[in-house]
């Protein structure tokens, strides 16, 4: 079927969500992404935070879209089986002056209605993150952290349960409206829909130049983060922020525990040309390494054991500040085509809220009829290195490869493996793996696994070798043969 009711472009966590949305409806539903698998951009490369909602002006779509995401995010996740932990965070001040910027930020979440903010003095701090250095703190409890990727992953994948149609590795080329439809052409041929969504992300713009011109420039803004060793999870116990950079538009430089015992470090902040440019580079590992030891001090250096970037999706430049509000609008000359512009963070706390917003805007051109069941997806399985002596022995009696390790730094076997390559996406890149089981995450960063995972490629799923992905549709694990048999 080519011909759909609703169109959305992009599968990040935006896109995935508000997919998600609407397979509660009886309609057609489509999403082309251009990438292997949802959450290939910038879904995948951020904190992972769910912000409570202290730094956007009140009368925001930022501050309102965040407030209401956050509210929403423990039944979502209870629903859609992925870890939630709401471990809270401070905003430390270092000097007399920022204890006054942590009154302002405590002034804001109050107007923005969020709950049980305190501020505390140096030595309660201490009581609580020992390692931390600073003279005041402001407490923020509604704060949490997720898998940003498992989360999108759940959306996708019960969405496509749920009758959604997700169409990976699919480029949009071209857009055109018809009398009351839209055609949408592809790589991998033309679609119609009756309304188009773009949650493009960093191409948006690109897809509104498609069929009108832009009335905005996106800026991108490149951000790189640190993964420390799952040795040193114990540094903290809540996530540490500075007092935000008012001059580029950001958070600054945080360290946030993650869900699965590693702590980031990051992100940096630097405008860049190239939206797709996701390069790390050593001189600004060292800088967060500097300027997390303002807030660890005795932080070791060789803690770290990845690197990543993701890029912001900016609508306002460095030069101006770099802070600008959502745009989620109808557009007035091609109605149908909905845009969701510059949706930056807190854009993964704020995705439930905007799917809703979005789903509302959508029932003004169409009859949204609620179907009388729903698939829901279940709890997520426990991973095997979870699980109890007595469980692994239950698992590897009824299937022997639930004893076969695939991953040693994170204990992941080769069921679970032909399990994330079972997903109903159907994505079977590298990286599904890695972001459905974990395989390739631990300290050897895949030096081990790759090649059993290969293996399972290959003989389980007929895989030809030549044709295997890293992340992306051109990024080949393999380019050629060294050494053939003779």
């Known amino acids: 079927m080519k011909n759909f009711q609703v169109a959305i472009i992009g599968g990040g966590v935006i896109g995935s969500a508000l997919a998600w949305e609407l397979s509660h409806y009886k309609i057609n539903v489509v999403v082309f992404e251009m990438g292997s698998d949802v959450a290939s951009g910038t879904s995948k490369a951020n904190s992972g935070v769910i912000h409570s909602g202290i730094n956007s002006p009140p009368s925001s779509l930022k501050a309102r879209f965040c407030v209401e995401g956050n509210k929403m995010f423990q039944s979502l996740a209870t629903e859609l089986g992925f870890p939630l932990k709401w471990i809270g965070k401070y905003v430390i001040a270092k000097d007399e002056d920022e204890i006054k910027e942590l009154e302002r930020l405590k002034t804001i979440g109050h107007k923005n209605k969020v709950a049980g903010l305190e501020i505390h003095d140096g030595l309660i701090v201490k009581k609580k993150e020992p390692n931390i250095s600073c003279i005041a703190g402001l407490w923020v409890p509604t704060a949490g952290v997720i898998t940003p990727y498992e989360c999108t992953i759940a959306l996708a994948e019960n969405a496509t349960e749920n009758n959604v149609r997700f169409l990976l590795e699919t480029k949009v080329k071209y857009l055109k409206k018809k009398a009351d439809y839209f055609?949408?052409?592809?790589?991998?041929?033309?679609?119609?829909?009756?309304?188009?969504?773009?949650?493009?992300?960093?191409?948006?713009?690109?897809?509104?130049?498609?069929?009108?011109?832009?009335?905005?420039?996106?800026?991108?803004?490149?951000?790189?983060?640190?993964?420390?060793?799952?040795?040193?999870?114990?540094?903290?116990?809540?996530?540490?922020?500075?007092?935000?950079?008012?001059?580029?538009?950001?958070?600054?430089?945080?360290?946030?525990?993650?869900?699965?015992?590693?702590?980031?470090?990051?992100?940096s902040a630097e405008f860049i040309d190239d939206s797709y440019d996701t390069s790390t580079t050593k001189e600004m590992m060292k800088t967060l390494?500097?300027?997390?030891?303002?807030?660890?001090?005795?932080?070791?250096?060789?803690?770290?054991?990845?690197?990543?970037?993701?890029?912001?999706?900016?609508?306002?430049?460095?030069?101006?500040?770099?802070?600008?509000?959502?745009?989620?609008?109808?557009?007035?000359?091609?109605?149908g085509l909905i845009y969701l512009l510059g949706i930056e963070s807190p854009g993964l706390t704020a995705a439930p809220a905007i799917a809703k917003e979005v789903t509302q805007m959508i029932s003004r051109r169409m009859n949204l009829e609620?179907?009388?069941?729903?698939?829901?997806?279940?709890?997520?399985?426990?991973?095997?290195?979870?699980?109890?002596?007595?469980?692994?022995?239950?698992?590897?009696q009824r299937d022997n490869r639930w004893g076969r390790v695939v991953c040693r730094c994170e204990q992941v076997?080769?069921?679970?493996?032909?399990?994330?390559?079972?997903?109903?996406?159907?994505?079977?890149?590298?990286?599904?793996?890695?972001?459905?089981?974990?395989?390739?995450?631990?300290?050897?960063?895949?030096?081990?696994?790759?090649?059993?995972?290969?293996?399972?490629?290959?003989?389980?799923?007929?895989?030809?070798?030549?044709?295997?992905?890293?992340?992306?549709?051109?990024?080949?694990?393999?380019?050629?043969?060294?050494r053939r048999e003779i």
């Open 289 to 335: 390494f500097q300027e997390a030891r303002e807030i660890i001090p005795a932080l070791p250096e060789d803690t770290a054991i990845n690197a990543y970037a993701g890029i912001r999706c900016k609508l306002a430049s460095q030069k101006t500040g770099g802070w600008a509000d959502y745009r989620i609008e109808e557009s007035k000359r091609n109605p």
């Open 183 to 267: 055609v949408i052409g592809t790589n991998k041929g033309e679609f119609q829909a009756d309304v188009v969504v773009n949650a493009a992300g960093l191409n948006c713009g690109e897809i509104v130049s498609m069929i009108e011109t832009p009335d905005f420039q996106i800026f991108p803004c490149r951000g790189e983060y640190l993964v420390l060793d799952k040795t040193y999870g114990s540094l903290i116990q809540s996530m540490v922020y500075p007092i935000p950079n008012k001059e580029l538009g950001v958070l600054g430089v945080h360290i946030t525990p993650t869900i699965d015992g590693n702590i980031l470090l990051g992100p």
């Open 413 to 482: 076997t080769e069921a679970e493996v032909i399990d994330a390559l079972s997903n109903p996406l159907n994505a079977q890149a590298f990286s599904s793996v890695k972001y459905r089981c974990r395989a390739g995450m631990g300290r050897c960063q895949g030096g081990f696994c790759t090649q059993h995972i290969v293996r399972i490629m290959e003989q389980q799923f007929h895989k030809d070798v030549k044709e295997l992905k890293l992340k992306s549709p051109n990024s080949h694990l393999f380019i050629g043969n060294v």
């Open 370 to 396: 609620k179907k009388t069941t729903i698939r829901i997806q279940a709890i997520r399985r426990s991973r095997f290195s979870e699980m109890s002596l007595d469980e692994q022995s239950t698992l590897i």
